[in-house]
T-cell receptor, first 117, second 111 residues
Framework: KAGVTQTPRYLIKTRGQQVTLSCSPI?????VSWYQQTPGQGLQFLFE???????NKGNFPGRFSGRQFSNSRSEMNVSTLELGDSALYLC????????????????FGPGTRLTVL | GQQLNQSPQSMFIQEGEDVSMNCTSS?????WLWYKQDPGEGPVLLIA?????ELTSNGRLTAQFGITRKDSFLNISASIPSDVGIYFC???????????FGDGTTLTVKP
C-alpha cells in the first residue's frame, strides 16, 4: 500500500506570495493533519480534516488555511508569505478522527520544504 | 508550547551500545507513539502504544507505555550506524489531529 505522498517536495517563494501544498493520504485513510516543523519550534499542529471538514485547528494565523476533497486528498494554503514561514510542512493521515486506538495512529509523508526569501 | 519533556536532547554513542530515551508529561495520554526522522524526510512510525503498562518490541526497539499514562520510554539495543537520526515521542488524547510531540532526541552512532 502506498504511503502518504506530498507535492512538491521543495518550494522557494518570496515574501508576500502565496503557496499551495498538496497531500495524498494512505488509501482508505480519511483523516489528514498538517504540521509545521522548524528547528526552533519543533512539530506544531496546524489543522486536521476529516470528511472534507476542518475538525481541529492549531494556533496559527488565518493566513494558513486548508481544505480536503471527497477523495480525502488535502491541500494547505499559506497567503502573504513571511520569512518565518520557512519550514518543513508535514502531512499525516490516519484511518479515523476520534477515539483512541490503532485507527488513530498517524503516518507521515516526506514533507514539503518551503523556503521564503 | 510543547507539553512533552523528551530527554536526552542528544546522544553520542559507540556502535553496539544500547540506547534509552524517554518522554514525560504533566498530562495523561491515551496513546504514545515513537517516530524516527531522517534529514529531509518525514517522521516514520517505529512503535505505537495503546494501553498503560504495555511493552512492545519492534526488532531491536522496545518501548513502554507508563502505568501513570504520563510517560514512555524507548530502548534501542545493539545500536548500528543506520540508527542515526532524530527520535520523537508523541502523545495523543484520543483525537489524532492533536498529537503533541516532544522536541526530539538526536542520536549519533560512532562506528
Amino acid at each position: 500500500k502506498a504511503g502518504v505522498t506530498q507535492t512538491p517536495r521543495y518550494l522557494i517563494k518570496t515574501r508576500g506570495q502565496q503557496v499551495t501544498l498538496s497531500c495524498s493520504p494512505i488509501s482508505g485513510h480519511r483523516s489528514v493533519s498538517w504540521y509545521q516543523q522548524t528547528p526552533g519550534q519543533g512539530l506544531q499542529f496546524l489543522f486536521e480534516y476529516f470528511s472534507e471538514t476542518q475538525r481541529n485547528k492549531g494556533n496559527f494565523p488565518g493566513r494558513f488555511s486548508g481544505r480536503q476533497f471527497s477523495n480525502s486528498r488535502s491541500e494547505m494554503n499559506v497567503s502573504t508569505l513571511e520569512l518565518g514561514d520557512s519550514a518543513l510542512y508535514l502531512c499525516a493521515s490516519s484511518l479515523t478522527l476520534s477515539g483512541s486506538g490503532s485507527t488513530d495512529t498517524q503516518y507521515f509523508g516526506p514533507g514539503t520544504r518551503l523556503t521564503v526569501l | 508550547g510543547q507539553q512533552l519533556n523528551q530527554s536526552p536532547q542528544s546522544m553520542f554513542i559507540q556502535e553496539g551500545e544500547d540506547v534509552s530515551m524517554n518522554c514525560t508529561s504533566s498530562s495523561i495520554f491515551n496513546t504514545w507513539l515513537w517516530y524516527k526522522q531522517d534529514p529531509g524526510e518525514g517522521p516514520v512510525l517505529l512503535i505505537a502504544l495503546y494501553k498503560a503498562g504495555e511493552l512492545t518490541s519492534n526488532g531491536r526497539l522496545t518501548a513502554q507505555f507508563g502505568i501513570t499514562r504520563k510517560d514512555s520510554f524507548l530502548n534501542i539495543s545493539a545500536s548500528i550506524p543506520s540508527d542515526v537520526g532524530i527520535y520523537f515521542c508523541a502523545g495523543q488524547r484520543g483525537n489524532a489531529g492533536k498529537s503533541t510531540f516532544g522536541d526530539g532526541t538526536t542520536l549519533t552512532v560512532k562506528p
